[in-house]
Structures are given as structure tokens and as C-alpha cells.
């Protein structure tokens, strides 16, 4: 079974700018959710997406977004990029909402960098 | 709003020595709490968790972790550290069931381990 994979691995982009981010959810996975993880921080929740509806959002303004689509992969966007933008992007997927209970499983993350 | 903290941002052992890494979470009910690691440039993986049932939960890596309601922690121990064991170290919780399943996880403590 494939697990969650994330591209791209790394990301330099001006501030500004706009960045997609994307994710393919494990295999069987209906549940994706993204997280910010800043340097020595604990990762953030943004968002969550289950069967291509938001199912919740974390403390990020409107222009962090997000899509899923029919396969479950999802995509990240975010608009006019700040320089505290930067940071590791996490995806991670699970059955079923309720199901986060058994734990998530998470890609390697995309490193963007806001200069 | 649930949360974890986690005790000490870095501990440092030795080799052969007894891990102890600390979380104590905040909820009004048993919430259901996780420990993962993660790898440098690496996603999270999961190392155990506690649902419900028994409250000595093991894990990978020969870990383990407790979970004591009154005195609202779930410690992640080991009794011999490996050189392999250095990474970060991640302790979440969500739930319970009519809850968020959304895992908020704690800042983080890092795992030194001298030869």
C-alpha cells in the first residue's frame, strides 16, 4: 500500500507570490488534512478536508485554501505570500473523520521558503 | 479548547539510558492521545496511541507510554535509548467521540542521545 506523498520536496518563492502545494492520500484514505509546521514548532492545523468538503479550519486567514478532489489527493493554496509563510507543509490522511482516532498518516512535507 | 504541553524543549541521555519524554494535556474528559516521531526532513509517524482500554500503551521502537487521568499526563518512556531514537518527538491529543478527531499536538521535545 502506497503512502501519503507530497510534492514538491522544496519551494523557494518571493514574497507576494502564490504557491500550490499538493497531496495524495494514502491508499484507501477519504480524510485529508494539512498542517504548517514552523522551525522548532509543533505542526499547525489549517485545514481538513473529507469526500471534497471542508471539514474544518484552523487559525489561518482566507488566504490559505484548499481543494480535494474525487480521488482524495488535495491541493494547498496559498495567496500573497508572507515571509512567516515559511515553513514545512505537512499532509496527512486517514479513513474516515472519526477515524483520526487511530492516528494519522503523514507525508514528508514541502519546504517552502518566502524570500 | 483541548491542548498538550510538553516538558523540556530538548532532553539529553546517554546511550543505554531510561528515556523519559513528558506530556500533560488539557481536556474535561478522557480525550485520546498519540505520540509520534519525527525524523530530520521527514514527515510524523505515528508511535502509539491511547483510545480507551488499557492504560500501558506500547508502541514501535520498543516505547511505551502511560496514561494517568488524575494526573493528566501520557509520558513517553524506553528503557534503553539508541543512537537510532534521536529525533522530535511529538505528543497530541483529540477526541473524544462527539469531539474534534482533529489531533492538536504539543511544540515538541527534542531527543539527544550521547554516545
Known amino acids: 500500500e502506497t503512502g501519503v506523498t507530497q510534492s514538491p520536496t522544496h519551494l523557494i518563492k518571493t514574497r507576494g507570490q502564490q504557491v500550490t502545494l499538493r497531496c495524495s492520500s494514502q491508499s484507501g484514505h477519504n480524510t485529508v488534512s494539512w498542517y504548517q509546521q514552523a522551525l522548532g514548532q509543533g505542526p499547525q492545523f489549517i485545514f481538513q478536508y473529507y469526500r471534497e468538503e471542508e471539514n474544518g479550519r484552523g487559525n489561518f486567514p482566507p488566504r490559505f485554501s484548499g481543494l480535494q478532489f474525487p480521488n482524495y489527493s488535495s491541493e494547498l493554496n496559498v495567496n500573497a505570500l508572507e515571509l512567516d509563510d515559511s515553513a514545512l507543509y505537512l499532509c496527512?490522511?486517514?479513513?474516515?473523520?472519526?477515524?483520526?482516532?487511530?492516528?494519522?498518516?503523514f507525508g514528508s512535507g514541502t519546504r517552502l521558503t518566502v524570500v | 479548547a483541548q491542548s498538550v504541553t510538553q516538558l523540556g524543549s530538548h532532553v539529553s541521555v546517554s546511550e543505554g539510558a531510561l528515556v523519559l519524554l513528558r506530556c500533560n494535556y488539557s481536556s474535561s474528559v478522557p480525550p485520546y492521545l498519540f505520540w509520534y516521531v519525527q525524523y530530520p526532513n521527514q514527515g510524523l509517524q505515528l508511535l502509539l496511541k491511547y483510545t480507551t482500554g488499557a492504560t500501558l500503551v506500547k508502541g514501535i521502537n520498543g516505547f511505551e507510554a502511560e496514561f494517568k487521568k488524575s494526573e493528566t499526563s501520557f509520558h513517553l518512556t524506553k528503557p534503553s535509548a539508541h543512537m537510532s531514537d534521536a529525533a522530535e518527538y511529538f505528543c497530541a491529543v483529540s477526541g473524544p467521540p462527539g469531539g474534534s478527531y482533529i489531533p492538536t499536538f504539543g511544540r515538541g521535545t527534542s531527543l539527544i542521545v550521547h554516545p
Open positions: 496527512a490522511s486517514s479513513l474516515g473523520i472519526g477515524q483520526g482516532a487511530r492516528g494519522y498518516t
